[in-house]
Structures are given as structure tokens and as C-alpha cells.
T-cell receptor, first 113, second 113 residues
Framework: EAQVTQNPRYLITVTGKKLTVTCSQN?????MSWYRQDPGLGLRQIYYSMNVEVTDKGDVPEGYKVSRKEKRNFPLILESPSPNQTSLYFC????WGAGRSQYFGPGTRLLVL | SQQGEEDPQALSIQEGENATMNCSYKTSINNLQWYRQNSGRGLVHLIL?????REKHSGRLRVTLDTSKKSSSLLITASRAADTASYFC?????????????FGKGTHLIIQP
């Protein structure tokens, strides 16, 4: 089954404790992206990747890191989480090129205390 | 940056009625897409309309695009309780754009049984 998986689905952590949210897709998509969703703000892009070893900042990259060492995986790293990073995070993937629709993961709900 | 703006922010109708949501955007686009999100879950792609298309149908969905007004509408006919969800428009900018899609803040649709 074609899918995007994220882990963990729920996470409660404390300020400053490094964490990683994993994202994996099995559709051989070149393009992957991370979004955060906050009430009243919709989805905002954090980082995206056009292919292995190619990543770039989205609209709200501060406080986040990503890596793309393999085509299927695109982890999101919070080196020193802060309470303002409490949010619902989504990973998405798609083929590269115009007219592509994105496939979304189920989301990771993060609470930073 | 936020590109699409959906209107209304929330809509409540009776089962069987038609639901119409609107989206406005600011810059030239390659295509516009609509996604559905059930509460707290990942977004699911519904339909894509290209900039040279004016109307598109998929089952009970009808999408229109007016590039001169930079606006789109999503019509769901004969609504069902299962259509209760948030609906987002997303635009892909002209020129492709490596940063992918830009999402609006969504319309929350409630179908009353």
C-alpha cells in the first residue's frame, strides 16, 4: 500500500531535549516536505527536499533541521525544542514536477513543556 | 507565505444540501488543488485543476477556476455526514517552484444529519 508513515504519532517532551520525528514513504517520490499546522494559521511549510542530499528552507524553518540521506526518508530534527514548537506536524511526498499532488502522513502531535 | 485564502472559515449545512467553498490567491499559478482533512488527520488530495482549465468534476465534486479573478470554488453536491471535514486549497506557483504547494487556512465544513 502506498503510504507516508510518521513516527511517533504523539510526543510530549520538555524544553531543550533534542528529538527526531521520522518520515518515510514507499512511493519512490523525489519530493518530500514538512509542514506544521496551528489553529488559525493553516499549514506552513518548514523544510522541503527535491531529492537525496537536496534540501531547502520553507516558510518557518527556524528551530528545525532536516536531512535527506536516502530517498525514502526525511527526518525532522528539533535540536532544542521550545514551547512555541508545540504543534501538529505533517510530512508529505510527491513526484517531482509540475502538477503533482502531495501524499500526507498521518501527523505527529508534539507538545513541548 | 500564505497564498490561498478560503471563504468561509466555517460552514454548517444540512445533509443533502450543496456546500460551496471559495479560495482566493495572489500570484500566477500552474494549478490549484483541493485537499480534505478529517479531524487531526493527514490531508487527502481531492482534485487538481490546471491554470488553463475552467471547470473540473470528480464524482460529487465540482471545481471552478477563474484566473482573471484569482479565485476558485469547490462545490460538494448532495452532502453527506461523512463530508464533515476541513477543506484546503493549495496553489502551485507558475514556473514550477521547488517549494511546492502553498496552502490556505481552510474551510471547516459541518454536515448536520
Amino acid at each position: 500500500e502506498a503510504q507516508v508513515t510518521q513516527n511517533p504519532r504523539y510526543l510530549i517532551t520538555v524544553t531543550g531535549k533534542k528529538l527526531t520525528v521520522t518520515c518515510s514513504q514507499n512511493m519512490n517520490h523525489e519530493y518530500m516536505s514538512w509542514y506544521r499546522q496551528d489553529p488559525g494559521l493553516g499549514l506552513r511549510q518548514i523544510y522541503y527536499s527535491m531529492n537525496v542530499e537536496v534540501t531547502d528552507k520553507g516558510d518557518v524553518p527556524e528551530g528545525y533541521k532536516v536531512s535527506r540521506k536516502e530517498k525514502r526518508n526525511f527526518p525532522l530534527i528539533l535540536e532544542s525544542p521550545s514551547p512555541n514548537q508545540t504543534s501538529l506536524y505533517f510530512c508529505a511526498s510527491s513526484l517531482w514536477g509540475a502538477g503533482r499532488s502531495q501524499y500526507f502522513g498521518p501527523g505527529t502531535r508534539l507538545l513541548v513543556l | 507565505s500564505q497564498q490561498g485564502e478560503e471563504d468561509p472559515q466555517a460552514l454548517s449545512i444540512q445533509e443533502g444540501e450543496n456546500a460551496t467553498m471559495n479560495c482566493s490567491y495572489k500570484t500566477s499559478i500552474n494549478n490549484l488543488q483541493w485537499y480534505r482533512q478529517n479531524s487531526g488527520r493527514g490531508l487527502v488530495h481531492l482534485i487538481l485543476i490546471r491554470s488553463n482549465e475552467r471547470e473540473k468534476h470528480s464524482g460529487r465534486l465540482r471545481v471552478t477556476l477563474d484566473t482573471s479573478k484569482k479565485s476558485s470554488s469547490l462545490l460538494i453536491t448532495a452532502s453527506r455526514a461523512a463530508d464533515t471535514a476541513s477543506y484546503f486549497c493549495a496553489t502551485e506557483a507558475s514556473g514550477g517552484g521547488a517549494d511546492g504547494l502553498t496552502f490556505g487556512k481552510g474551510t471547516h465544513l459541518i454536515i448536520q444529519p
